[in-house]
């Protein structure tokens, strides 16, 4: 029992080591054809582009079952050939040192045991015979496998039939993680070389067959030779007569020719159960499992019906269906196993290198289209669109579809050279007329994935795709609940409310004066109200230009945001308002202008507000300022532009006789300007999916902006450290950045085409103001 667990243990792996080796060419397959489609390789290596083309032939050839071509240039090899080669055979060699090999043959010992297996069994055999003459051949079998000198044998049986093909599949699934977890480009090709080179190793000495044919032509066998073998296994104790049945799964009381042409015919047998772990045949593969089948004896036909529970008289075409359905239940039941489990699991394609590979780089740059994942587009779907809406005038596809999560990549050539904006364009002229328009959405990327030796060899920058999933921009954007934005908004005005009416509340002379009318009777104390009621107005007015902003550019460029989040911040009332998306902006150059647009807009209502109250407040005599909220000197010194300004009205050197804990009263309009400044300043900074983020990504790129978000990070918790964040608000805003906007922001439409020169110079003046902004006075 234990050796039959390990066998249906080994021949789940096998049928994986299979998917590995389809994997593999295929993807020899996409790296040829990307080199070949490649016009600056193909100049820079004409040389090569003949051989290219002949190797990307033979793999076709592999992928469709039918020999490579054979050319007279086989025979002679070059000196890079030779070398690859040697170093193959190298590797292949300290693979075979590593594992001791049984020595391989096709022909089956003629009484069904190995000649060393026949000098050990034939004494245990004939003494129990002896000793147990009258008992029952389940007793037999039983003390047989029991017997203390077998136990060994085997054990080491096992050990060379089963275990050490598993450790070399343990090997190849190492390597496989390995090459997962690898972000070297030259480690990752060195991987590849050696996952193939082990399951060539695997393919080569495995006790199982591997092979991508569901047909394979087996002599057939005479009757003499039949009964040869018959007479043979008939001279062995009736111990192991049994024994020889038991090991090709008959019953006890079956006919022994059954047995042995099981054995000799179970290669083909093989192949047809692995049907039910491929994918629906195609008719060519079809028709070579019907002539499979019927290639088998009428004796075998029938036994191996009954194992996949149809009638023995069932025809071969029926069969076959029933295989493609894949209830078989040969080697054990295991397939039916491994069936049902893919069938919970949907997709195959999890346990795929290249898909995994794919998914994680989409999945750290783009998070958006994972997300799809549920509701990813149907292969029809993705089929109809690359036939209905690409064409040679707009984007010629030079490879298959590839599954990453959450949709496809369509790799091939833009007909638009250097004009993404324009292909765009014309696909969604293409789409808008098909019935897909609602339920597709694609995105013309650079490919996330890194680039490869070779490919930065040949001066490639970027490599653009076409990434398709499906429409749903609830999902897609992440939309929170409205009960949620509700309450988060709600928490952002209240803040807002306690923060002016702290305000008003910190000048202690203005308390005494409220309180002094309230205890003489007179509880007339609009003066203070209106000075809280024009902080809070203030403040929620300098989001609404800075939301004025954004939706000004969404109008512009046609495209849709959503309601915008009013966040609550304990030391500014508001740290600002996030404003999300609803669909995509055309390109990098709108992505641009919508994160700048609504800061610049909340900064100049901010620095007008200001000014403005800087000026009432330095015109008023002490007695009237008495009646003026205030702010604390501490946050008057957190910002050097800020500060300057305020020092610049009422005098130089007001801030420095203010000690950080006495405050400082002024006009309304100064107090809400002065935190308009800071909150769009800090929506600026290049974090998560912020303004500043979105503004970062466009500028640098997904790639880039990961660098400038942690030099960004590290950077606020240096200011913290050396007192340049005695106020603390650098830091409790990347606290809120990294737990809640972490995230980088969804694609534009077209994100190939770089940033324009204009927009990439316009940054250096705001990425100034922003620092001038969020340094502290000196």
């Not at 909220?629 to 910002?639: T, V």
Request: net charge negative; aromatic share 6%.
């Amino acid at each position: 029992e234990e050796a039959q667990a390990l066998k249906a243990q080994a021949e789940r792996m096998r049928l994986e080591a299979e998917k590995m080796d389809a994997q593999l060419t295929l993807e020899k397959v996409l790296s040829l054809e990307r080199k070949l489609n490649d016009k600056t390789w193909r100049e820079k290596h004409p040389e090569q582009e003949a051989e290219l083309r002949e190797k990307l032939q033979d793999l076709n050839n592999k992928i469709q079952g039918k020999p490579p071509i054979r050319r007279k240039s086989d025979t002679s090899t070059t000196r890079e050939d030779k070398g690859e080669t040697r170093n193959n055979k190298a590797a292949q060699s300290s693979i075979s040192q590593m594992t001791p090999r049984r020595p391989k043959t096709n022909e089956k010992p003629i009484a069904g045991f190995d000649h060393d297996d026949l000098k050990l069994y034939l004494p245990v055999a004939r003494s129990i015979e002896e000793r147990m003459a009258n008992a029952a051949m389940e007793e037999k079998l039983d003390a047989f496998r029991q017997t203390p000198e077998l136990q060994k044998h085997f054990s080491d049986k096992i050990q060379e039939l089963l275990v050490q093909p598993m450790q070399e599949l343990s090997r190849l699934e190492a390597a496989k993680r390995e090459y997962l977890q690898s972000t070297s480009s030259v480690e990752r090709e060195q991987l590849k070389r050696e996952i193939h080179q082990l399951e060539a190793a695997m393919e080569k000495d495995s006790p199982f067959l591997f092979s991508s044919s569901v047909y394979r032509e087996v002599p057939k066998m005479s009757d003499d030779e039949l009964q040869e073998r018959v007479s043979a296994i008939k001279a062995l104790p009736e111990v192991m007569q049994c024994l020889y049945k038991k090991r090709n799964d008959v019953p006890l009381d079956s006919d022994l020719r059954l047995a042995i042409l099981l054995e000799h015919y179970e290669p083909q047998l093989q192949l047809l159960d692995q049907i039910q772990m491929l994918s629906p045949l195609d008719d060519e593969s079809r028709q070579e499992a019907i002539k499979g089948y019927t290639s088998l004896p009428m004796m075998v036909q029938e036994q191996f019906c009954r194992s996949i529970g149809l009638d023995p008289s069932t025809d071969a075409a029926t069969v076959v269906e029933k295989l493609e359905g894949g209830a078989s239940e040969l080697n054990l039941g295991f397939g039916k196993v491994v069936v049902e489990a893919a069938k919970q699991a949907d997709l195959p394609e999890y346990s795929d290198i290249e898909f995994v590979d794919r998914s994680r780089y989409v999945e750290e740059f783009i998070p958006a289209i994972p997300r799809m994942e549920a509701t990813r587009p149907t292969p029809e779907e993705i089929e109809l669109f690359i036939t209905q809406v690409l064409d040679r005038d707009t984007f010629t596809l030079t490879s298959k579809p590839e599954r990453v999560m959450g949709g496809y990549y369509l790799r091939g050539e833009s007909k638009f050279e250097n004009d993404g904006d324009k292909l765009v364009e014309k696909l969604i002229e293409k789409l808008a007329k098909l019935s897909l328009k609602d339920d597709l959405q694609f995105f013309y990327i650079p490919d996330p994935s890194p680039l490869t030796d070779e490919e930065i060899e040949a001066g490639i920058r970027t490599i653009p795709l076409l990434a398709v999933t499906s429409k749903n921009s609830k999902q897609f954007y992440n939309v929170a609940r409205p009960q949620i934005k509700a309450l988060v908004s709600s928490l952002g005005i209240v803040s807002t409310f306690v923060f002016a009416l702290g305000s008003c509340g910190m000048n202690g002379d203005m308390m005494e004066l409220a309180q002094q009318g309230l205890d003489s009777g007179n509880v007339d104390v609009s003066w203070f109200a209106d000075a809280f009621f024009t902080i809070f107005v203030s403040m929620l007015g300098i989001q609404a230009a800075h939301e004025l902003g954004h939706r000004i550019i969404a109008w512009r460029d046609k495209f849709d945001l959503g309601v915008p989040n009013l966040i609550p911040s304990i030391t500014l009332g508001l740290t600002g308002s996030i404003t999300p998306l609803k669909s995509p902006p055309k390109n990098w150059n709108s992505m641009f202008d919508l994160a700048v647009a609504g800061p610049v807009a909340g900064f100049a209502a901010s620095l007008f507000l200001l000014v403005e109250g800087l000026g009432i407040t330095a015109s008023m005599d002490m007695s009237s300022q008495s009646q003026l909220p205030a702010l604390p000197g501490l946050m008057l010194h957190a910002s050097a532009l800020g500060g300057g300004l305020v020092e610049y009205f009422l005098g130089s050197g007001v801030l420095s006789s203010t000690a950080s804990e006495t405050v400082l009263p002024l006009h309304p309009f100064a107090i809400a300007g002065y935190i308009g400044l800071i909150t769009n300043s800090l929506a600026l900074l290049p974090l998560g999916h912020t303004d500043g983020g979105r503004m970062a990504m466009s500028i640098f790129g997904r790639r880039g902006f990961f660098l400038v978000k942690s030099l960004s990070l590290v950077a606020i918790c240096v200011a913290g450290l050396f007192g340049l964040d005695n106020s603390e608000i650098l830091l409790l805003y990347a606290l809120y950045v990294v737990l809640w906007q972490r995230e980088l922001e969804t694609p534009a439409l077209n994100e190939v085409d770089d940033l324009d020169t204009f927009r990439g110079l316009a940054a250096f003046p705001i990425a100034v103001l922003v620092a001038l902004t969020l340094l502290p006075l000196p």
